[in-house]
């Protein structure tokens, strides 16, 4: 079964500093990836997905992810993030019927 | 169109009293997946509905039973309820049918302590 890391559980960030957050999967061969955000107090929403073609995903929000498959990760990015991207951030990977999903990544970004 | 809706928003119960969470979509999606999420856990699935009329065990199912009821409502059930299950619910769906599906929606969250 598939299984996904996400070594950074709490990142810290001043307005305006570029955001990346690692992801890394278990097992190649065709491989559907998302991210999805869970603001303070809400529900997970999707911020961006990848199933096939360009390995760089552009996303809601300025977020973008690269698809690097010889490293078995699809890592998020945004250049310069907002007080408003204060959230948690999941990585998750299909696994036949169901999503797999990473122990999440807890921003706070300070203004 | 609501997307995903559960209710209770929360609930508190006693050790060993039971409770059905319910959840439905209005999205015609084929799949149907209920999660708990806890602090430094992220989300783990407990049980999930591939189709109307199938329901399978995820990473975390005891203590837990699903009833899909028709293929807009999935219900979870706690029979006899234990502290380990304080946690905050999410239910999903998904319409899983080829290339560019599997994305979830999730509904709004159950918050359930046990006391």
């Known amino acids: 079964a598939q299984s996904v890391s996400q070594h950074n559980h709490h990142v810290i960030l001043s307005e305006a500093a570029s955001l990346e957050l690692g992801c890394n999967y278990s097992?190649?061969?065709?491989?559907?990836l998302f991210w999805y955000v869970q603001y303070p107090g809400q529900h997970l929403q999707l911020l961006l997905k990848?199933?096939?073609?360009?390995?760089l995903v552009k996303g809601i929000k300025g977020f973008e992810a690269e698809f690097i498959k010889s490293k078995f990760s699809f890592n998020l990015r945004k250049p310069s993030v907002q007080w408003s991207d204060t959230a948690e951030y999941f990585c998750?990977?299909?696994?036949?019927?169901?999503?797999?999903f990473g122990t999440g990544t807890r921003l706070l970004v300070s203004p | 169109n609501a997307g995903v809706t559960q209710t209770p928003k929360f609930q508190v119960l006693k050790t060993g009293q039971s409770m059905t969470l319910q959840c439905a979509q209005d999205?015609?999606?084929?799949?149907m997946y209920w999660y708990r999420q806890d602090p430094g856990m992220g989300l783990r699935l407990i049980y999930y509905?591939?189709?109307?009329?199938?329901?399978d065990k995820g990473e975390v199912p005891n203590g837990y039973n699903v009833s899909r009821l028709n293929k807009r409502e999935f219900s979870l059930r706690l029979e006899s309820a234990a502290p380990s299950q304080t946690s905050v619910y999410f239910c999903?769906?998904?319409?899983?049918?080829?290339?560019?599906?599997?994305?979830?929606?999730f509904g709004p969250g159950t918050r359930l302590t046990v006391t």
């Open positions: 999903a769906s998904s319409e899983v049918a080829g290339l560019g599906s599997y994305e979830q929606y």
């Open positions: 097992y190649g061969g065709t491989v559907n």
């Open positions: 990848y199933f096939s073609g360009d390995p």
């Open positions: 998750a990977v299909r696994d036949f019927q169901k999503l797999v």
């Open positions: 999205m015609n999606h084929n799949s």
């Open positions: 509905s591939a189709s109307e009329g199938t329901t």
